[in-house]
Protein backbone atom coordinates (compact mmCIF):
# COMPACT_ATOMS: atom_id res chain seq x y z
CA UNK A 1 0.00 0.00 0.00
CA UNK A 2 1.24 3.42 -1.15
CA UNK A 3 0.62 6.39 1.48
CA UNK A 4 1.36 10.14 0.82
CA UNK A 5 1.71 12.56 3.60
CA UNK A 6 -1.49 10.08 5.03
CA UNK A 7 -3.52 12.77 7.37
CA UNK A 8 -0.28 15.01 7.36
CA UNK A 9 1.76 12.28 9.17
CA UNK A 10 4.66 13.68 7.26
CA UNK A 11 5.59 9.91 6.03
CA UNK A 12 5.49 9.21 2.41
CA UNK A 13 6.08 5.35 2.25
CA UNK A 14 4.91 1.99 1.48
CA UNK A 15 2.93 -0.19 3.93
CA UNK A 16 3.97 -4.25 3.24
CA UNK A 17 3.00 -7.16 5.43
CA UNK A 18 5.82 -8.64 7.61
CA UNK A 19 6.64 -11.89 9.28
CA UNK A 20 6.28 -12.12 12.87
CA UNK A 21 9.24 -9.91 14.68
CA UNK A 22 10.14 -8.09 11.96
CA UNK A 23 7.89 -5.10 12.36
CA UNK A 24 9.39 -4.78 15.47
CA UNK A 25 13.53 -5.70 14.58
CA UNK A 26 13.13 -2.84 11.44
CA UNK A 27 12.10 -0.19 13.76
CA UNK A 28 14.21 -1.00 16.51
CA UNK A 29 17.17 -0.78 14.18
CA UNK A 30 16.15 2.08 12.22
CA UNK A 31 13.37 3.94 13.38
CA UNK A 32 13.86 6.96 10.66
CA UNK A 33 12.92 4.77 7.78
CA UNK A 34 10.87 1.73 8.98
CA UNK A 35 7.55 2.90 11.07
CA UNK A 36 4.64 0.97 12.51
CA UNK A 37 1.51 2.55 9.84
CA UNK A 38 -1.82 3.43 11.08
CA UNK A 39 -4.32 1.07 10.75
CA UNK A 40 -2.34 -2.45 9.69
CA UNK A 41 0.65 -1.92 12.01
CA UNK A 42 -1.30 -3.75 14.72
CA UNK A 43 -1.18 -6.76 12.20
CA UNK A 44 2.24 -6.83 11.61
CA UNK A 45 2.85 -4.68 8.79
CA UNK A 46 5.99 -1.94 8.36
CA UNK A 47 6.00 1.22 6.92
CA UNK A 48 8.72 2.00 4.77
CA UNK A 49 9.62 5.90 4.48
CA UNK A 50 10.61 6.00 0.86
CA UNK A 51 13.19 8.69 1.07
CA UNK A 52 15.50 6.56 3.42
CA UNK A 53 15.92 3.54 0.97
CA UNK A 54 17.26 2.91 -2.74
CA UNK A 55 15.40 0.00 -4.90
CA UNK A 56 17.47 -2.66 -3.63
CA UNK A 57 16.58 -2.04 -0.06
CA UNK A 58 13.17 -1.83 -0.72
CA UNK A 59 13.45 -4.78 -2.99
CA UNK A 60 13.67 -7.32 -0.30
CA UNK A 61 10.62 -6.27 2.16
CA UNK A 62 8.50 -5.72 -1.25
CA UNK A 63 9.72 -9.24 -2.43
CA UNK A 64 8.87 -11.18 1.50
CA UNK A 65 5.74 -9.41 1.62
CA UNK A 66 4.53 -10.35 -2.49
CA UNK A 67 5.86 -14.36 -1.38
CA UNK A 68 3.71 -13.98 2.01
CA UNK A 69 0.62 -12.83 -0.16
CA UNK A 70 0.95 -15.21 -3.18
CA UNK A 71 1.69 -18.37 -0.30
CA UNK A 72 -1.58 -17.47 1.28
CA UNK A 73 -3.68 -16.95 -1.45
CA UNK A 74 -2.09 -20.67 -2.83
CA UNK A 75 -3.58 -21.91 0.67
CA UNK A 76 -6.98 -20.69 0.12
CA UNK A 77 -7.58 -22.34 -3.31
CA UNK A 78 -6.73 -25.90 -2.18
Known amino acids: MFANNHHGDGHVAVYVPARAGVQ ?22 VGIELAGVDD ?23
Open 24 to 45: EALVSEEPAVYFRPPYVGVKGW
Open 56 to 78: EVLTGPWREAWEMIVTKGRGKRG
